[in-house]
């Protein structure tokens, strides 16, 4: 706690120089201190609490001034490992709570409680590729390919989707996207052109 | 400790506070990430958090940003700008509908519906007659997707809003009248002209007869239908 002579280690600090600026922070307690040391030396005081108390007013003042810095400062932290995983919890809920639409419910429509298996086929004759673009994986034209059926020309792919309304397209060779002939509506996507629509319900829907 | 409760605080202020800034920054990075153009990307995610600041839904915004990106080859970017600004102002008439029937705070499932809704040619009667028959705010949100979906399959708007305001009405759960647009389909597959699917459905009031579950879009009866929509077509299920 202290050194041996009474003092705090603020105050030794203080004497040290570790807080340079402290005195011209604040020059009255700076005069305190000096008037406590000469009454020291006149052997009209016993020397520490008066000098301790000017010091560590300083250094509070010091401390409040410069609270900010705490926050823009590099800090080091001794952190319990369970309460780091609190803390990780906490920011798992909030994001849960708080994050809008998420990728479960990218619609958000909601009932992003089950997801059920939904088969979609194309008949594409002469395409090399074929890719299924939607709500549901945000509109990549990548991530869902379908694959080539026995059938030359049929392209097929199953996808776990929520219950609710999805919009969607085929992608053919990376370039030309249509519709799906057998989807439950055709909407206008707002630019120009119609998205196709399927609504999924938690009882088994299928597409053909 | 004193230190590990500060960094606790200072974690859970960093996380809770900026969902709306998650979600600008998510799809402005989505963005760039797909090649787009960072000014393209900072208007888009501008729109984005106005519109998270305002209380409305951002998930079909970034949805709607991400797919006009997609089509670029055919979409230029200034059209997905004016789009997402007209899909905002939809949202926020879907909220203000959604708060005049009570449901305050909006879901955002609801107003995200009810903007899809009205993007589709329905009125904002319609949207209010929906949510004031529902009663809960996964019916709401389940009835206007589903009458949205019903006109964009053919059906008349009266027809559709009314078929979910008496499926809502019966009490049915939202994972039946999801299946309408199913039947609808299958009914329309059949060749059975759109009267008779409006007919069928309106005495039916949605879907038919109590039955197992089946494949295909809708449910196999064991009674033959005479009135309300079919079964299923007998596809394979995959997910039964």
């Known amino acids: 706690m202290n050194r041996g002579s009474g003092f705090s280690e603020d105050t030794h600090a203080y004497f040290d120089g570790d807080r340079p600026d402290a005195a011209e922070r604040d020059r009255h307690a700076a005069d305190q201190f000096a008037q406590a040391t000469a009454a020291f030396v006149q052997g009209e005081a016993v020397p520490g609490r008066e000098v301790d108390r000017a010091v560590m007013a300083v250094i509070r003042a010091e401390r409040r001034q410069s609270a900010w810095r705490w926050f823009i400062q590099p800090q080091v932290f001794r952190l319990r490992p369970v309460l780091a995983a609190a803390a990780i919890f906490v920011a798992a809920v909030g994001i849960s709570m708080f994050g809008g639409g998420s990728a479960a419910d990218p619609d958000g429509a909601g009932n992003a409680l089950t997801t059920v298996l939904v088969r979609f086929e194309l008949r594409a004759p002469g395409a090399s590729a074929v890719a299924l673009a939607g709500s549901f994986n945000s509109w990549d034209d990548e991530a869902v390919p379908l694959v080539r059926g026995s059938a030359e020309d049929l392209w097929t792919v199953t996808v776990p989707l929520t219950p609710g309304e999805h919009q969607y397209l085929f992608v053919i060779d990376g370039e030309e996207w249509i519709p799906d002939p057998h989807a439950h509506a055709q909407v206008d996507d707002g630019f120009g052109q119609r998205n196709s629509v399927i609504i999924v319900a938690p009882r088994g829907v299928v597409r053909s | 400790m004193r230190s590990t409760i500060v960094l606790l605080a200072g974690f859970a202020i960093t996380v809770a506070a900026p969902a709306v800034a998650l979600q600008q920054a998510d799809v402005r990075a989505e963005l760039i990430t797909r090649g787009a153009p960072q000014g393209f990307a900072d208007r888009v995610a501008t729109i984005v958090a106005a519109a998270g600041e305002a209380g409305l839904p951002t998930a079909p915004l970034s949805s709607k940003a991400l797919e006009g990106w997609a089509k670029r080859g055919r979409v230029p970017p200034e059209r997905v700008l004016v789009v997402l600004g007209d899909l905002a102002n939809r949202l926020e008439a879907g909220r203000d509908i959604t708060v005049e029937a009570g449901l305050d705070p909006p879901p955002g499932s609801v107003v995200a519906a009810a903007a899809e809704a009205l993007g589709r040619g329905m009125t904002a009667e319609d949207v209010a007659a929906i949510l004031d028959a529902a009663p809960t705010r996964d019916v709401a949100a389940t009835g206007l997707t589903v009458a949205a979906s019903l006109a964009a399959q053919g059906l008349d708007r009266a027809a559709a809003v009314r078929a979910v305001r008496e499926a809502s009405g019966e009490g ?16 329309l597959a059949q060749g059975v002209p759109m009267a008779d699917v409006a007919r069928r459905i309106l005495e039916g009031g949605g879907l038919p007869l109590p039955s197992t579950p089946g494949v295909g879009g809708g449910r196999p009866s064991t ?9 299923g077509r007998g596809r394979r299920p995959i997910n039964p």
């Open chain 2, 223 to 231: 009674v033959p239908a005479t009135k309300g929509l079919p079964p």
């Open chain 2, 172 to 187: 049915r759960p939202p994972e039946e009248v999801l299946e309408f647009p199913s039947a609808v389909a299958n009914l």
